[in-house]
């Protein structure tokens, strides 16, 4: 069985971010008014319903009172705009949900990562879409260059420094990171860090330096993190990851050299056997297993290509 790396990160058929509508204030007003959906934040959790059926709760419109600044995120095939707005100047939870007439026995706010219910690529591919721009937005309040407060223009998609002689535009970031998979024969590189759970180990992974290509980040997180220096690096797919707001970049990379040297980032990094790893992927289902992460689908990968290779 081979993996469809990049498949399940489209969030394409779930949305049409129709970017050339978000200029257009008559249209969004419209929109708001008639057929908007929300997924709603609040201090970077967001809004899931709680009791027998767990799930993220997109809510119709939010009746007579539209939250402040949301963020149009595209139109949904069925019909209907996607907006993300953000709740977070409410003191406390409750208070959140109490403006969206919700109580705490049927929704709360959770983060994301610790939601334990079961969720589709394409509610995830959305979250992670609104996560990303409502972190951004909360960052971005204040103009970088002049220190000026910011305002959210074109649906919130760009915040624009409100001091006349600066009149900068702010636009969402997005860190990008390189997450790989070395392989060696039957043996995968897998590493662990310190605040991880017990036997929790995976894939090395680090953020891109200025300057840098992806591939010579994965050489040097490689062998920073581990001594082990890799040639033949493929592309193998990406993840946004907005935790809180990188991209991740996955790779595959042979070992050109096997011996460790273990850096100061990671708590150990070894050489796991292909029935190890299959062992580590059970571990790291059972982590964030609504996430489907691109470690896992990683790891997935390579132990599917040995077992195939064995036939
Ligand atoms: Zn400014």
């Given at each position: 069985m081979s993996e469809e790396p990049t498949r399940l990160y489209l969030a394409l058929e779930t949305l049409d971010r129709a970017a050339h509508r978000r200029g257009d204030v008559e249209w969004i007003q419209e929109q708001l008014s008639?057929?908007?959906?929300f997924i709603f934040a609040w201090r970077e959790r967001n809004l899931f319903s709680v009791g027998p059926e767990k799930r993220p709760l997109f809510l119709d419109g939010p009746g007579p009172e539209i939250p402040p600044n949301p963020i149009f995120l595209g139109i949904r095939p069925k019909g209907g705009s996607l907006f993300a707005a953000d709740l977070s100047a409410r003191p406390t939870e409750e208070d959140a949900l109490t403006s969206l007439s919700l109580s705490t026995d049927q929704a709360r706010f959770i983060p994301l990562r610790q939601f334990d219910g079961p969720l589709s690529a394409e509610d995830r591919a959305l979250l992670f879409y609104a996560r990303s721009l409502t972190h951004w937005q909360g960052e971005q309040r204040f103009c970088n260059r002049c220190g000026s407060?910011?305002?959210?223009?074109?649906?919130?998609?760009?915040?624009?420094?409100?001091?006349?002689?600066?009149?900068?535009?702010?636009?969402?970031?997005t860190d990008p990171a390189t997450i790989m998979l070395v392989h060696n024969g039957d043996y995968c590189l897998l590493g662990r860090q310190p605040s991880w759970p017990e036997g929790m180990y995976s894939t090395l992974a680090g953020f891109v330096e200025p300057g840098e290509s992806l591939e010579e980040a994965v050489f040097r997180e490689v062998k920073e993190e581990s001594g082990v220096e890799v040639k033949n690096i493929h592309y193998f797919g990406s993840q946004p990851w907005p935790f809180p707001q990188s991209l991740m970049f996955g790779f595959i990379a042979e070992a050109a050299t096997k011996e460790i040297t273990r850096g100061a980032e990671l708590e150990d990094v070894r050489w796991f056997h292909v029935s190890e790893a299959r062992e580590i992927l059970r571990k790291l289902?059972?982590?964030?297993?609504?996430?489907?992460?691109?470690?896992?689908?990683?790891?997935?990968?390579?132990v599917n290509s040995k077992t195939e290779e064995k036939r």
């Open positions: 008639n057929s908007a959906h407060p910011t305002l959210p223009e074109e649906a919130g998609h760009v915040m624009g420094c409100t001091n006349p002689s600066c009149a900068a535009k702010h636009f969402p970031r289902a059972g982590r964030f297993p609504h996430l489907d992460t691109i470690a896992r689908r990683l790891i997935r990968h390579w």
